[in-house]
């Protein structure tokens, strides 16, 4: 420090606590009243008071620094004046001294500190030369040189302590005075600060124009959360994988991505700016973090700008470079293309242009009409030319204009157009009406142009042909002159349609008449045409002649409900009629009869005398029951040889008599064909009165059906008659209460299902087990499904009876899915499932739910049950193939078409009929069938099985034989499932036949 230091303002603050240490001092010499010496005392008091006025001038306005050495030198002449007329050494008053060292020490100059060593020594020396009395003993000396060492060597260390701190003071003073001058002055930039807890400590006056919030409302109030957009500064907190918020300035500044990151800040009007942000920390004197700063700078008019240049950079790019065929290139003085953009630079062979001169991209030909082009638009004259391009022979249309220098040089806007295409449109078009005349004339459907009154204004020779009229007198004639009267109104509605419907087309069938006059189906388009001025000027109707089609049409609605073989009505033909009469009954209280017929032995002729035959015998009986009945009458038959006969208004005699003119009429009009003698052909009838107006179609057909099977029980040729009020026949009555034990049996859990082992012959290993059917009497005793399987087949509850079979197969075959992976259930289907969507989507679902090998489940279909609908059987069985399950078909060799079955069907098992493996062992025709069996089964890669394996002798003629699979009473007898699960328990499951021989019942 030196003393040309500037003045320097005091406060009582810095004089006060040097002042109350002097005058307490003095006050507490004036206790010891008897050693004091008044007029020194006066002396001293009027010199601290001299110097106090200088402290309290100095407290209130800037004091040059040699004035206030002056004053605190001055000090230890009162100090010693006071010692001393206080007693000397006795008055205990040397270390006031310590009050001026200290004052000079803190706020005095080098000089003076020295100065005040000097004075210290001086209050010590003066006094003992001037009183060599008792007042200062020699011991007085040593403190002399204690207080003088402090002055001397004490002061100035703590002089350049202070200094130093004053210097940091001052420097800070000015950092802070210029860094708030620049808040101040920096107006086109936010700065904010932040504590270590997030909250706002510097807001400068750019942050408070930028988002309209004042300092005072946001220092120590807000942190930066509330400026900045939530869902950006959330995104950016998942980018850096830390919390939203303080955390996120935190990480940023971390990681020194300062003038990297663009922010949008949420202005106090909620309005949106975009910033670009510089995140860094702030460190304290310890070099510790003691906060965060953000400098932002706005660019929301630069970035708006910047997307407004881009977007229109792009959309100006884009244009160029999807303009049909347009080229836009500019050239210098050099006549170099400088730029080129375009669609048409690919296609007119133009592509490599940029930086080529105009000498090296055209001909000599093209370069001739072009650069005097070029230097006209270089001096600032627009021009036009036409050249052949010299790539691709296109004709271009070249035009050339100035554009502005700006004191690059001078350069010239070229736009070069394939005019080409245009002008080949133009010919097009001259020879577009021209085709579209000969497309018109040479159509092969008629077609005619009619005007707003329905006059022919213009025809192919098409229409012509159709309505048997030259082209001459087509013209200028009224379409109704072609139209039969009675569908002229269904034209006008056409043709009005067209000219008012929103779409301004429309189509209907209609009728014209042909040469001869009579009229054809048509099919009509007609469609608006519009004239030059876009207003509907013309009509264009296509017509189309679907005379034959309709014809098709009919016919094939014909066949939807009529049997193709007899013709008669088809099942749903007649489910229909009957289903409408039945209507009638309830309203207007007619009544009727059902009758349900079929031909007696009829099987046997079909096997015999093959498919052929039987079909000629069906097409027989159904002329011969046209031939009997009445117009009113409906006659359908429903497959196979089963017939069914609505008859309306008919009573219970006359119902007698039609069943009685049936027989007749089958035992006189039908025979056996391909017979060498006339055999005589049977029926047996049921007849089921319409009565009891509360049964439905099916419940009739049904009771129909039953009272048919009640006749062939009595003998057949004959018929029966049920009255529906009473059920009065006694075998119908039977059926139908054994028909209601069936359904209430599936509701009650009534039937059990038993299984009956099959075995591997080839081991005598359990494989697998047929599931069999039995229902629970009144007794708890079981009931054989012989007694009760016919009847659920006519109730139409057989189906029903399959699926809960096929349930207690899926749920065994879950069952077993771990334990015997490889063991097969085998379930019988019949005829009404395999036309049953349910059946096979039980399966489906059943194998997907539980899990299993679709390969275990084994469906056994008679050759019956195929017969019923081949169609259907192929359906099913593809299905259930597709479904990986495999099949048997059941009973081979028993019917006429087995080996047909066997040929078009997919079967993975041929089961042979028990009829031949059970005498098998002693009938060498039966032996030679089942040898010839098992040669075309496993010659077609399937698996045979025997049934009905009853003795040893049987099992061993079986073998011999070659089949795969057997299954009999020897082998096991059906049984509960757990027994049959329970054997599973013996070792390796092999079949003991001793053991079988002695337990089997």
């Known amino acids: 420090m030196v003393d040309t230091l500037g003045p320097q303002r005091f406060t009582l603050r810095d004089v006060m606590p040097f002042a109350v240490a002097v005058i307490a001092a003095v006050a507490s010499l004036t206790l010891v009243k008897s050693k004091l010496e ?282 160029l470079d999807h303009l049909p065929e347009i080229v836009v290139m500019v050239v210098d003085d050099e006549l170099t293309y400088v730029h080129a953009r375009g669609a048409g630079l690919q296609r007119q062979g133009a592509g490599d242009v940029r930086g080529r001169t105009l000498h090296e991209t055209s001909s000599a030909v093209n370069v001739a009409v072009l650069e005097p082009l070029y230097r006209s638009a270089l001096d600032g004259r627009e021009g036009v030319v036409e050249i052949a391009s010299s790539v691709g022979g296109f004709v271009n249309r070249i035009v050339a ?34 085709r579209a005349r000969r497309l018109f004339d040479e159509a092969p459907y008629p077609a005619v142009v009619l005007s707003r009154d329905s006059v022919v204004l213009v025809a192919n020779p098409a229409f012509g042909l159709l309505v048997g009229c030259d082209m001459e007198t087509l013209t200028g004639s009224a379409l109704a002159r072609f139209v039969p009267e009675p569908s002229w109104r269904n034209w006008t509605e056409l043709l009005d349609e067209v000219w008012a419907g929103a779409t301004g087309r429309a189509e209907l069938d209609q009728l014209v008449l042909d040469p001869d006059g009579e009229p054809l189906d048509v099919s009509a388009k007609a469609i608006l045409l519009y004239g030059a001025d876009e207003q509907p000027e013309f009509i264009l109707v296509n017509l189309v002649d ?79 029951l046209r031939r009997r009945m009445r117009e009113t009458d409906t006659i359908a038959r429903l497959g196979g040889d089963e017939f069914a006969l609505l008859l309306p208004d008919v009573d219970r005699d006359g119902a007698s008599i039609v069943g009685e003119q049936i027989l007749q009429a089958i035992r006189r009009d039908v025979e056996v064909p391909a017979s060498a003698t006339r055999r005589e052909v049977t029926c047996s009838v049921g007849i089921v009165m319409i009565e009891n107006i509360d049964l439905t179609g099916g419940e009739l057909l049904s009771l129909a059906d039953l009272t048919m099977y009640d006749a062939k029980e ?24 054994w028909a209601q034990r069936i359904k209430d049996a599936l509701v009650n859990d009534g039937f059990v299902a038993h299984a009956q082992p099959i075995v591997d012959l080839s081991s005598m290993r359990i494989a697998g087990a047929e599931l069999l059917l039995r229902m629970r009497d009144l007794d708890g005793s079981l009931i054989m499904p012989g007694r009760f399987i016919y009847i659920a087949e006519r109730a139409g509850l057989i189906a029903d009876l399959d699926l809960w079979t096929l349930g207690q197969g899926l749920a065994l075959l879950e069952r077993l899915r771990i334990s015997q992976p490889e063991f097969k259930v085998a379930v019988n289907v019949s005829g009404r499932s395999i036309g049953d969507p349910r059946y096979a ?13 679709p390969s275990r489940l084994v469906l056994e279909i008679t050759e019956t049950a195929a017969i019923a609908d081949m169609e259907q059987a192929k359906a099913f069985v593809v299905r259930m193939s597709g479904l990986g399950c495999e099949l048997s078909l059941d009973d081979f060799g028993a019917g006429f078409g087995s080996f047909y079955y066997l040929k078009h069907f997919t079967f993975d098992y041929v089961k042979i009929d028990g009829e031949f493996v059970s005498r098998c062992p002693f009938n060498r025709t039966d032996r030679l069938i089942v040898d010839s069996i098992v040669g075309i089964a496993h010659g077609l890669g399937k698996t045979t099985v025997a049934e009905h394996i009853a003795d040893e002798p049987t099992l061993t003629a079986i073998r011999t034989l070659g089949v795969d699979y057997g299954q009999g009473y020897l082998l096991g007898r059906p049984g509960p499932i757990e027994d049959l699960l329970a054997r599973f328990d013996e070792p390796d499951h092999v079949i003991e036949l001793p053991l079988l021989l002695a337990t089997g019942d």
């Open 841 to 853: 989507d039980t399966i489906a679902a059943g194998l997907t739910k539980g899990d299993i090998d």
């Open 714 to 737: 009595a003998g057949r040729d004959r018929f029966e008659l049920l009255d529906t009020t009473l059920y009065s026949g006694p075998r119908t009555q039977t059926r139908m209460v």
């Open 38 to 319: 008044p007029g020194k005392m006066a002396i001293a008091a009027a010199m601290l008071l001299a110097i106090w006025l200088v402290g309290v001038v100095a407290a209130r306005q800037p004091v040059r620094r040699r004035l206030r050495d002056i004053a605190a030198l001055a000090l230890f002449a009162a100090i010693a004046v006071a010692r001393d007329g206080a007693g000397g050494f006795a008055s205990g008053t040397a270390p006031l001294l310590a009050v001026p060292i200290i004052w000079i020490a803190l706020h005095g100059s080098k000089g003076a500190m020295r100065l005040a060593g000097v004075c210290t020594a001086l209050s010590f020396v003066i006094p003992h030369l001037l009183d060599s009395g008792e007042k200062y003993p020699l011991s007085d000396w040593r403190q002399a040189a204690i207080w003088t060492s402090v002055a001397v060597f004490v002061g100035p260390v703590i002089q350049d302590v202070v200094a130093r701190l004053e210097v940091q003071e001052r420097a800070q003073r000015t950092i802070s005075e210029r860094f708030t001058a620049l808040m101040q002055a920096a107006t086109e930039h936010s700065v904010i600060a932040t504590d270590l807890d997030g909250l706002i400590t510097v807001f400068s006056e750019g942050a408070s124009q930028m988002l309209g919030y004042r300092a005072v409302d946001v220092i120590g109030l807000m942190t930066p959360e509330a400026i900045h957009d939530p869902d950006e500064m959330a995104a950016v907190a998942a980018e850096l994988g830390t919390e939203p918020g303080l955390g996120v300035l935190c990480e940023l500044a971390r990681r020194g991505h300062a003038g990297t990151r663009q922010w949008t800040y949420i202005a106090c009007d909620r309005s949106r700016r975009l910033v670009r942000v510089a995140v860094g920390v702030m460190r304290g004197v310890d070099g510790e973090i003691d906060g965060y700063i953000a400098i932002a700078i706005d660019i929301t008019d630069e970035e708006t700008a910047r997307r407004r240049l881009a977007d229109a950079e792009l959309r100006w790019r884009l244009l």
């Open 401 to 434: 204009t100035p554009l502005p220098t700006h004191g690059m040089g001078r350069t010239a806007l070229v736009v070069a157009q394939d005019i080409s295409e245009l002008r080949e449109r133009e010919t097009a078009l001259r020879f577009s009406e021209q």
């Open 546 to 624: 679907v005379t034959v089609r309709r014809r098709y049409e009919q016919q094939l609605a014909h066949l939807a409900e009529h049997d193709p073989l007899t013709g008669l009505a088809n099942r749903r033909r007649f489910d229909a009629d009957l289903t409408a009469h039945l209507a009638l009954c309830r309203r207007q209280g007619l009544s009727g009869a059902v009758v349900m017929l079929d031909l007696d032995h009829f099987k046997e002729i079909n096997d015999t005398l093959g498919h052929g035959a039987g079909d000629e015998l069906i097409v027989a009986t159904a002329h011969a």
